[in-house]
């Protein structure tokens, strides 16, 4: 059973465009985390989002957590070809220490 | 300063052989995590360190895997007799300590596993 849901899984789109990628469970986190992937690399943390409502932004980057803490999205303006991988939501549910990740959204900017 | 390392970066193996990954932490982590990701499936965990505390092995698909952690620094993940669906991608990270997920998690740049 996967827990977090990511849509679109593929996004193809041209640079300058705007996105959105959003990330739905039905269970509440305590905390959910944003990472990018890059071919051959490990995931890196973009953003840790704790409070719900909560909004953070990381330059044209924009993070949110729903107000239930069961869904976030990132939003992506004017996106530029080195925005290109694959966005992963992650979260913890509870006190657990563990990571359960989304289905990954994999996105594609072209010139 | 160094990242969290993995070995080898490539491993191809025939059915029923054994395999051993390799992950080195960031100096002073005291946390690590083994996940694997694979097609179709996206990243899973599947066990974590965290000091000398007994480890949390509850996302171990089955017997055949174990890991362990020498020293409170290098771990290896032996994969017994392996199959050909345990063909992934596996993903080491570290991190300073575990904090509820608000700790930053650095990953390795994994190991590809493929079981013929």
């Known amino acids: 059973t996967q827990l977090l849901e990511q849509s679109p899984q593929f996004l193809s789109i041209q640079e300058g465009e705007n996105l959105t990628v959003y990330c739905n469970s039905s269970?509440?986190?305590?905390?959910l985390q944003w990472y990018r992937q890059e071919p051959g690399e490990g995931p890196v943390l973009l953003v840790t989002?704790?409070?719900?409502?909560e909004v953070k932004k990381l330059k044209r980057l924009t993070f949110q957590f729903g107000d239930a803490r069961k869904d976030s999205s990132l939003h992506i303006t004017a996106a530029q070809p080195g925005d290109t991988g694959l966005y992963l939501c992650?979260?913890?549910?509870?006190?657990?220490?563990?990571?359960?990740f989304g289905t990954g959204t994999r996105l594609q900017v072209t010139l | 300063g160094a990242g969290v390392s993995q070995s080898p970066s490539n491993k191809v193996t025939e059915k029923g052989k054994d395999v051993e990954l390799r992950c080195d932490p960031i100096?002073?982590?005291?946390?690590l995590y083994w996940y694997r990701q694979s097609l179709g499936q996206g990243l899973e965990f599947l066990i974590y360190f965290q000091g000398n505390s007994a480890p949390d092995k509850s996302g171990l698909p089955s017997d055949r895997f174990s890991a362990e952690r020498t020293g409170g620094s290098v771990s290896t993940l032996t994969i017994q007799r392996t199959q050909q669906e345990d063909s992934a991608v596996y993903l080491c990270?570290?991190?300073?300590?575990?904090?509820?997920?608000?700790?930053?998690?650095?990953f390795g740049p994994g190991t590809r596993l493929l079981v013929l």
């Open positions: 989002v704790v409070t719900g409502g």
């Open positions: 992650a979260g913890v549910i509870g006190t657990a220490s563990k990571l359960t």
């Open positions: 990270a570290s991190s300073y300590r575990v904090g509820l997920g608000l700790e930053t998690q650095y």
């Open positions: 100096s002073g982590h005291t946390a």
């Open positions: 269970s509440v986190f305590s905390s």
